[in-house]
């Protein structure tokens, strides 16, 4: 009875967020974004120092090849050529061009739907333009564009535009029973794909890259191209796959870059991160910038269109075409460096699509144009499908940038190095490169901030300097008695606040309990994120920009907590174990295979592997728990006989949206760690 009684008390002395509060003005998520930020700062600054240094036309040639393979390598690396299998579907006329159908296949199975405006008012071969769609509901076929296709096709270009994964006739959630798509259009789309891409080493970039390269293999089919004459250009999400194209695309011979140019040092806090495909982890780590996309292409001309309302901030614009301009000197080019900005909001408006026009003119017909756009009639967008239905899902079917991406980290899975947690040391090397854990230094410096006695239990509110400046809360909990206790470090991806019933239940058991909110989490959480980007995934992109992906931050942070409290008088420092909630779990794990000495390990309602995120169709939030190019190297599953002969406790893991998996899908999962305990009995426990 007194035990029952003493277990409801310390969970009622622990049961409310503000018991747990340590700090009151929420200053640490700031503290965290300005570590971030001071990080990110050392690299871009490293940076301006590496591109004043470029002196000769041969710096820049080597920068420029650093950079394609560079960039090349992040995307994932580009896949052998397979049969284009191009179909013409349909088209209509109209006065001074017509329009194909179009439907190629850039892998086997990934149907790109596209339309090809023909001039009928000029000879043949024809200069052509890719036209790379932004993020449009509709894609290629949103007036905004049509605009543009139009307005070039009336100049005498062939414009090929086609739709980007995840948008147009391109839905890659579309449901048949509800008749639409289960993930917003667009950029959701390629979050939702891209969040997976990067457990297998590559992005979303990759498969809108690919696009574009073999629709230019097209173009080189066709009688009616000059292939000594084929362009780019793009807006907003066309305007990235424009640059990226530059950089991977070396037979493109012109390129226009509208609403995305910029600096990572403006764009990083206004207004942040934005889309799966425009964050390459480690980019700014590397020593790259926007303005690398731009060198890339000298000394053939590029242009950049900018909006100085545009949430693509227009200093950092201005900065990188006054470098852009000074290198491509560097070739005798600076006349193929161009500019252009306009006073109006984010979009391929008017006046940035007579820039186009004017560029393009110039550069791939050898002539001046003022630009001027003619009295354009936009089609009816349903006009301008290359499918029967609208929809590939509901006519040709067909691959998805997901079951690809699946089918690539089923054969990681099957032949990465099987460490397995067979060789810990070797894992351990893996962990800390993967994670980019450095050495741990010790114990933090910690800060009292106050203690307090409730009856039988002492709460004492910590904060813990992990990196000069950056410190993360923790509670203290030490139930009384005399001789050393054991303990457990608990973290919460909720925060710390959402276990008060397990730190009062944990306390009951005469065991200390420090409660950490590591960097992200509870009172280290982000602030609201900007243009429509939450906080979590805006926090979790710098980090990887960095090469200091957020996981590989909090695991040092336990790894530092674990050396302060094993310090603590009245702990059993052979007898500290750590237990994980939700995300926590992975760091839990991460931990204790990282750390030998740690006792045990208990995780609760985490994601049951890696496998599970790269084999679902839809995840839910999942980008703060990633890791760049884990599935190449280990799953969960492995961590688990890494941590082996010591306890192991796995209680209700859940699948990639969040909901609890069957028994029997853990055990599959987990099969190989539960086939190695069997020689250490009990030490492993599944439960619901």
Not at 221 to 232: A, F, M
Not at 375 to 386: D, F, H, S, Y
Not at 555 to 569: F, H, I
Request: include cysteine; charged fraction near 20%; hydrophobic fraction near 40%.
């Amino acid at each position: 009875m007194l035990r029952l009684l003493f277990t409801l008390f310390a969970a009622a002395a622990l049961s409310t967020a503000a018991d747990l509060r340590v700090a009151e003005d929420g200053r640490l998520s700031k503290e965290l974004a300005d570590y971030l930020t001071r990080e990110a700062a050392t690299h871009w600054t490293a940076r301006h120092a590496t591109i004043a240094g470029l002196r000769t036309a041969k710096d820049l040639e080597r920068r420029q090849l650093e950079f394609r393979t560079w960039l090349t390598k992040a995307m994932g690396g580009f896949p052998a050529k397979t049969p284009l299998n191009a179909k013409i579907t349909g088209g209509f006329t109209r006065d001074g061009y017509r329009v194909e159908h179009l439907i190629f296949e850039s892998l086997p199975g990934f149907y790109v739907t596209a339309n090809v405006y023909v001039p009928t008012n000029v000879k043949p071969p024809y200069p052509a333009v890719l036209g790379t769609a932004g993020h449009s509901v509709s894609g290629k076929a949103i007036s905004t564009y049509q605009y543009a296709w139009i307005g070039l096709v009336k100049r005498g270009f062939l414009v090929l535009a086609f739709d980007p994964p995840g948008q147009g006739e391109r839905s890659e959630y579309f449901d048949k029973t509800v008749g639409k798509s289960i993930v917003s259009i667009g950029t959701r789309q390629h979050d939702m794909a891209g969040t997976q891409c990067l457990l297998t080493g590559s992005t979303f970039a990759l498969y809108e890259a690919w696009d574009g390269i073999r629709a230019f293999d097209y173009l080189l089919t066709r009688q009616d191209v000059d292939g000594q004459k084929i362009g780019v250009a793009g807006n907003s999400g066309g305007g990235t796959q424009s640059a990226y194209l530059s950089v991977v695309e070396p037979r493109l011979a012109a390129s226009v870059i509208s609403c995305y140019m910029t600096g990572w040092e403006q764009l990083w806090t206004t207004p942040g991160p934005q889309d799966a495909e425009q964050d390459f982890p480690g980019f700014l780590s590397s020593g790259y910038d926007f303005g690398d996309f731009m060198l890339a292409f000298a000394p053939k001309p590029v242009t950049m269109l900018t909006g100085i309302q545009d949430f693509f901030p227009i200093a950092g614009g201005r900065a990188t075409f006054a470098e852009t301009k000074k290198v491509f000197s560097l070739a005798d080019a600076e006349v193929h460096a161009g500019y252009f900005e306009y006073d109006d909001p984010h979009g391929w408006s008017k006046p940035r699509r007579e820039a186009t026009y004017r560029w393009l003119t110039r550069w791939l017909q050898g002539r001046d144009d003022d630009g001027a756009e003619p009295e354009i009639k936009t089609e009816a967008e349903a006009t301008l499908n290359t499918t029967a239905t609208g929809q590939l899902a509901t006519s040709l079917g067909g691959e998805t940038v997901q079951s690809i991406n699946m089918r690539r980290a089923e054969q990681q899975f099957a032949t990465r190095s099987a460490l397995r947690g067979s060789n810990p040391a070797a894992l351990r090397a893996t962990l800390t490169r993967v994670l980019n854990v450095p050495a741990r230094g010790g114990a933090p410096g910690v800060t009292e901030v106050s203690s307090s006695r409730e009856g039988d239990v002492q709460v004492t509110k910590l904060l813990m300097e992990m990196q000069p400046g950056l410190h993360v809360p923790a509670v203290l909990v030490e139930p009384a008695g005399a001789g050393k206790r054991p303990a457990v470090i608990l973290i919460d991806s909720r925060g710390k606040a959402a276990s008060s019933a397990e730190i009062g239940q944990l306390a009951a058991k005469k065991t200390a309990v420090l409660a950490v909110d590591l960097s992200g989490w509870g009172e280290s959480a982000p602030a609201v994120g900007a243009s429509g980007y939450s906080g979590d995934w805006q926090l979790a992109q710098r980090a990887m920009l960095i090469g200091r992906p957020l996981p590989g931050i909090q695991t040092l942070e336990v790894l530092r907590a674990y050396e302060w409290l094993r310090t603590r008088p009245g702990i059993d420092a052979a007898n500290i174990g750590v237990m994980g909630v939700r995300d926590g779990g992975m760091i839990a794990m991460y931990a204790a295979a990282l750390e030998p000495r740690i006792s045990s390990v208990t995780v609760r309602e985490m994601m049951a592997s890696f496998m599970t995120l790269a084999r679902a169709k839809v995840h839910k939030d999942r980008i703060s728990s990633v890791v760049p190019g884990v599935l190449s190297e280990f799953d969960l599953p492995d961590l688990a006989m890494a941590i082996a002969p010591r306890e192991l406790r796995l209680q209700s893991l859940r699948n990639a949206v969040g909901a609890p998996l069957d028994r029997s899908e853990v055990e599959r999962s987990y099969a190989p760690a539960l086939a190695h305990y069997s020689k250490v009995k009990e030490r492993i426990r599944i439960e619901d």
